[in-house]
């Protein structure tokens, strides 16, 4: 009998009935608005900054529309001006150049390893190019990140970190996010924490934090913020810092704080279904497994093997087989981009240079998402699937 897995990599579980409530009841009092409160009322968004702060060790914290949103805002508040050059990741997900082009910036992209991590070779080749680096730590591979600021620091780079796949992970017991000068997540269905929409963005310098918080759009109302700096430090800025709005609503932040409390629950959670995957496909022949370093903390929400020196064609045969069987893989090779995948060369509005060594990974590499509602035997049964198409089409090649 041939095995078949029926479920959805689209499903996430439902918000927990804490969540629930919280959301009613900001429904029933009306205030969504962040910055209208009752006398003496703390926002259900200053709450949700302030314990996100605390559960980084940020000094600062700032809840806004979207994680996109939160690294175009850290770009501008770092400094970066339309026509300046921008370090990014030629593997990651649109919104990364995205958020680049959204200040009129050039991306200038670095490559790949087979670790699925920033080539820090390459990066040290750029690092002259640039002041600033929005480093996306894409479906959560973490690189060596004291080499990597090592490098940046003693290049006087500012790194932005793009945590979208890497809230609750860490390098070397420091938290994913706090390496950097700013450290942006997001609360996006499909990541850690599910707002629908939603970012989050942290740092240890005053004026940056400031900076964000007028760009969100406070207003002049940012004494109600519990993460912020003081006021002598919006004095600064103030008067030359434009209100471009994209703030976190108490709605989400109500459904987000008793997620964020369960974080380390689900990133266990999730850890035991990509050691289930991971023991499944390991040995097979022809796939190349990303090893995880010691010194990272993972979170395994998604899941990548590696085809490499494959054929298109049979790339995309275990592509078509394994979603026969229920199996959704993406390809990040492929020419055009197809739902989220896409490749640095297919954004075309930023130019790039053909680079050999990642494009053999991107041609290589499979990914599927893992959510919770999958079960340890989803996983060991989907394990079996990739398995046995993989090793069918490598006989067969
Ligand atoms: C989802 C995502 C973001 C931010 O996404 P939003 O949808 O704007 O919250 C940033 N980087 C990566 C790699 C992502 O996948």
């Known amino acids: 009998m041939t095995e078949r897995f029926t479920g959805s990599f689209t499903q996430q579980e439902p918000i927990p009935d804490e969540g629930i409530s919280a959301a009613l009841e900001v429904l029933n009092h009306g205030r969504l608005h962040r910055y209208n409160t009752g006398p003496d009322e ?10 996100f702060a605390q559960l980084v060790g940020a000094k600062y914290c700032l809840a806004v529309a979207s994680g996109g949103y939160a690294m175009a805002t850290a770009l501008r ?22 958020a680049i082009a959204a200040v009129a910036a050039e991306p200038v992209f670095v490559g790949v390893t087979e670790a699925l991590t920033i080539d820090l070779e390459d990066l040290a080749a750029k690092l002259d190019q640039s002041q600033v680096l929005l480093l996306s730590h894409m479906r959560g591979h973490l690189c060596d990140m004291d080499a990597l600021m090592a490098m940046c620091d003693a290049a006087g780079v500012t790194v932005i970190e793009d945590c979208a796949h890497t809230m609750g992970g860490a390098w070397n017991e420091v938290p994913s996010g706090r390496h950097g000068a700013v450290g942006c997540y997001s609360a996006q269905t499909y990541k850690h924490v599910n707002s629908g929409e939603g970012g989050l963005f942290v740092t ?7 900076r964000a918080i007028i760009l969100s759009g406070s207003y002049m109302l940012y004494e109600r913020h519990l993460a912020a700096p003081g006021p002598e430090v919006f004095e600064r800025v103030k008067y ?4 471009i709005s994209g703030r976190m609503d108490n709605l989400r932040a109500a459904i987000l704080r008793p997620q964020l409390r369960a974080l380390d629950t689900q990133v266990e959670r999730w850890n035991a279904r990509y050691r289930v995957l991971e023991e499944g496909v390991r040995d097979t022949p022809g796939l190349t497994i990303v090893e995880r370093p010691e010194a990272e903390s993972i979170v395994g929400s998604s899941f990548q093997v590696l085809l490499l020196d494959w054929t298109e064609a ?18 990040f090779g492929a020419a055009e981009p197809v739902a989220f995948t896409s490749r640095y060369d297919s954004w075309r509005y930023a130019a790039s240079e053909k680079m050999e060594k ?17 079960s340890l035997d989803d996983c060991a049964l989907i394990a079996r699937i990739i398995r046995a198409e993989v090793s069918a089409v490598f006989q067969g090649s």
Request: charged share 25%; with cysteine.
């Open 42 to 51: 703390l926002s259900e968004t200053a709450c949700l900054e302030q314990e």
């Open 204 to 210: 240890d310098d005053a004026e940056i934090a400031a």
């Open 358 to 374: 990642t494009d053999r990974v991107l041609a290589g590499v499979l990914d599927m998402r893992v959510p919770l509602t999958f």
């Open 240 to 243: 030359v810092t434009p209100n």
């Open 77 to 98: 508040a770092v400094g970066v001006k339309p026509g300046d050059k921008v370090l990014t990741n030629a593997f990651t997900l649109a919104p990364v150049p995205g």
């Open 314 to 331: 049979a790339v995309q045969e275990v592509v078509q087989r394994c979603g026969t069987r229920g199996v959704e893989l993406k390809w």
